[in-house]
Structure formats: C-alpha cells, structure tokens
C-alpha cells in the first residue's frame, strides 16, 4: 500500500470528523439540529448524493501498486474495481456508444486494400458482429440488465429496513426520501457501470482514454481541493475573526492589516506565482519525486495549501463583524462581569453563536474552490496535467469545441458531475445554516 500526501490528510481529516461525532452525539445542542436536517427531504436527498461522491473519492485515495513485478504504476482501489473500463483505450476520438472512430483514416481491407473511412474500435462493441443491426437492441439489453441490479439491491435494501427497524433516527419522509434517491442514483450508476464495460458511454478523449472514466476519477481531484484547502482555511478564518472582534484595539487593527494586504494582492497573480516556484522546485529536485503519481500528489497538495492560505479573508471578515454584535450581547456582557475567564466567553458564548456562517461559508468556498480548480486549470496554473480533475477535462476539450463536427463530450460529462457535486453541496448546506442558526431557533 502507497500513501500519498493528501491521501494521510484525508485520513486525518476522517479520523478527526469521527471523534467529534462520537464525542457530541450525546449533546442536546448537537442532536436537535441534526434531527431537524434528516426530517428534510432536500437535505437528505442531498447527503445521498453528497456520500456517493464521497465513497467513489475515499476508493480513489486507497493507493497500492499492482502485483505485476514488472509495473512501477501506482493504481487506486478505484482503478482496480473499474478495470474493465480504465484499461480499455481506443486510438483517439470516438462519440459516446459509438463503435467506429471519431475522424476517416486510412483501412487496409482483408484483400489488402486501401480505404479512407471509419475504423471500428478495438474495445467498443467489439462483441458484436454486425454493428448496424444489433448495437440498439445490445444497449438496451444491457442498460436494463444494470438498472435491475442497481434497483433490485436497493429494494432489497429497503425491505430489510421495514423488517428490522433499526435506523429510528430518520422519520418516516426522510426515510423514503432517502431510498428514492438511492434507488435512482444506485440504478443509473449500475447501469452505466455495465455499458461502460462493452461501450464507451461518454466517448473518448483524444488519445482515446475513456471520459467516463476521466469524469470519475476528477471526483477525488475535487473533494481534495474544497476539503483540504476548508481544512487550512478554517483554523486561520476562525481564530483571526474572533479574536478582532472580541479584543478590538490593536489586535484589532493587525489582523485588518493582515488580511486588508492580502485582499489588495491579485488572487489569481499571486496563486500563480506560488505555483510557478512549486513547478521551480519540483524540476530542481526531480529526485524527490520517484514517479508521477508522487508529482502530481505533491502539487495537489501545494495548490490546496496556496487556496487555503489566501482564501481565509472573506469569512475572517464575517466573522469579525458577527463579533463585534455578539460581544454587546446582554449574555455576553454578564458573563464579563461575573469574571468569567475571556477563552471561556469565547468558547462558550461566541464560538457556538457563528457556527452557523462558519458553516454556510465552508460549504460555499467548497462549491467555490471546486470551481476554482477549473479556472486555475484552464489557464494552465491549476493540477498537474496529469492529474485527473474536471479542468483539465474542460482545458483538453475547449480546443476541440472549434472542430466540425465539435467534440462535445468531455465538456458535457465534466459538466454533469461538477453540478452534480456543487448542487448537493449547496442544498445540504442551506438546510444546515437553518437548523444550526440561533436566532432560528429562538424564533
């Protein structure tokens, strides 16, 4: 087993999320919220989607090298479990369920002539004999044979709920909500797990690697950045923003100088030059890469410590101006003149009462970096170009969208997921900031 750089802090990152959760289950102040968010059905339907892409990055960060003595790859739990579709690469361009090649080339016939025309792909539907004639009726012969092994697992699922009755945290709507969801998500995905092994459902790139499988494996690509760089963010956001609201005075005006500098420095320039000396060192050191996986995982790593650092200031000065308000507070007030130590005040008093915009910000600079990474990537100052991210999809294809006809597939699939992953995020979060909002709560 290989552990990579962000692999180990994804692990912490976990490690850390189960400690809180076993440590606060018990709290009242902890509970209701959650309650509240299960008896969502949006929120819920949400979090389906939200573990899906979650479980397919957790596979995709388990790294090991193959058996093979002669290979020096490093490959994923992902990459072994979707086999059948990694290692089926074609020549170049081909459109999605297609079982020819995207542009003419020239064909040696059987009697060794010359042709110029289409040539039939090495993998897609090359079990079939006749394309023309049987290609439909194979697709949904399949499609169908995925989708009943996906929605038969989850009735099967669902049955078993009613029988045992054990998860009583969930009501009686989320609870359908939840496997109506699954039922969906789970049929679609099997479905196209199983065309994907005899065609290439959403075509190929140009080098002829399968863009489903591109679309896949950019999900860890994008967790990474919106969870790691929130990890280095919050740390910074929180103890700064409190800490110039509460003490005020020249605390104060350090950390607005502090932030208000970095605010003046163009983010994009100033990624871009941290990038550059990353790209600087890595080439002064190449002894320290053994291999490209180690490469990319390294600059991966750079660019959400670089998100990270100059991405605190906007939820910094948030919480700034939440504290000034709250440190006016009757409560708050009190507590001073019993003599309550000020780390007590804080830990008690403040810190709880903006939970609620520390939260909706974490999950909107999420769906923001996520975005980032495309931008930063389009122009070239983003992951590696070998990394597998949705903007080296969309930087890959934005010079094909000039052919005719236009390569419109990798575009569209990078897409689909991206929204995907940004939508739930953003309607599991709405329902979060309510259910965690104090003054929602008194009302």
């Known amino acids: 087993m290989i552990i990579l750089w962000t692999d180990a802090l994804i692990y912490i990152l976990i490690s850390?999320?189960?400690?809180l959760f076993f440590s606060l289950r018990k709290k009242e102040y902890f509970v209701r919220p959650w309650k509240q968010v299960a008896?969502?059905?949006?929120?819920m339907a949400s979090l389906v989607f939200l573990v899906f892409f979650i479980i397919i990055g957790l596979l995709d960060s388990v790294?090991?090298?193959?058996?093979?003595?002669n290979s020096h790859d490093i490959i994923s739990l992902l990459d072994y479990c979707v086999d059948p579709i990694?290692?089926?690469q074609e020549k170049s361009y081909s459109a999605p369920f297609s079982?020819?090649?995207f542009s003419k080339e020239l064909i040696v016939t059987p009697d060794q002539a010359n042709t110029w025309g289409y040539q039939r792909l090495q993998y897609a539907a090359s079990h079939l004999t006749n394309v023309e004639t049987e290609k439909t009726g194979d697709i949904l012969a399949k499609a169908m044979q995925g989708w009943a092994l996906g929605a038969g697992l989850v009735i099967i699922l669902f049955c078993g709920y009613h029988w045992l009755k054990k998860l009583r945290f969930f009501s009686c709507k989320s609870v359908n909500t939840v496997f109506a969801t699954l039922f969906l998500l789970a049929s679609i995905s099997t479905m196209l797990f199983e065309l994907s092994t005899y065609y290439h459902v959403m075509g190929t790139d140009k080098v002829g690697e399968d863009v489903f499988y591109q679309a896949i494996k950019s999900i860890r690509t994008g967790l990474v950045i919106g969870s790691l760089t929130t990890l280095i963010m919050l740390p910074l956001a929180i103890i700064f923003g409190i800490l110039a609201g509460f003490f005020r005075g020249w605390v104060d005006d350090v950390i607005q100088y502090i932030y208000t500098?970095?605010?003046?420095?163009?983010g994009v320039l100033l990624i871009a030059a941290l990038i550059l000396m990353v790209q600087v060192y890595m080439a002064n050191h190449q002894d320290q890469f053994t291999s490209l996986v180690t490469r990319a995982d390294m600059r991966l790593l750079f660019l959400c410590l670089i998100l990270g650092v100059t991405s605190w200031t906007g939820l910094c000065r948030m919480l700034r101006a939440e504290t000034l308000k709250l440190r006016e507070m009757e409560y708050v007030q009190a507590a001073q003149?019993?003599?309550?130590?000020?780390?007590?005040?804080?830990?008690?008093?403040?810190?709880?009462n903006v939970m609620h915009i520390v939260l909706i910000s974490v999950v909107l600079d999420f769906s923001s970096l996520v975005l980032a990474e495309v931008v930063l990537s389009y122009v070239n100052i983003g992951v590696d170009p070998t990394t597998y991210s949705w903007g080296n999809m969309i930087n890959g294809?934005?010079?094909?969208?000039?052919?005719?006809?236009?390569v419109w597939w990798s575009l569209a699939a990078s897409f689909v997921f991206m929204f995907g992953l940004v939508l739930s995020a953003n309607l599991f979060v709405d329902t979060v900031r309510d259910a965690f909002d104090p003054r929602r709560a008194q009302s």
């Open 261 to 266: 500098t970095l605010n003046s420095i163009p």
């Open 337 to 352: 003149a019993l003599g309550v130590p000020r780390y007590q005040i804080l830990y008690r008093h403040i810190l709880p």
């Open 99 to 101: 079982a020819y090649s």
């Open 397 to 406: 294809a934005r010079l094909e969208m000039a052919r005719e006809p236009v």
């Open 63 to 69: 790294h090991f090298k193959p058996s093979n003595a």
């Open 39 to 43: 008896n969502s059905r949006t929120a």
């Open 86 to 88: 990694r290692l089926h």
């Open 16 to 19: 850390v999320i189960t400690i």
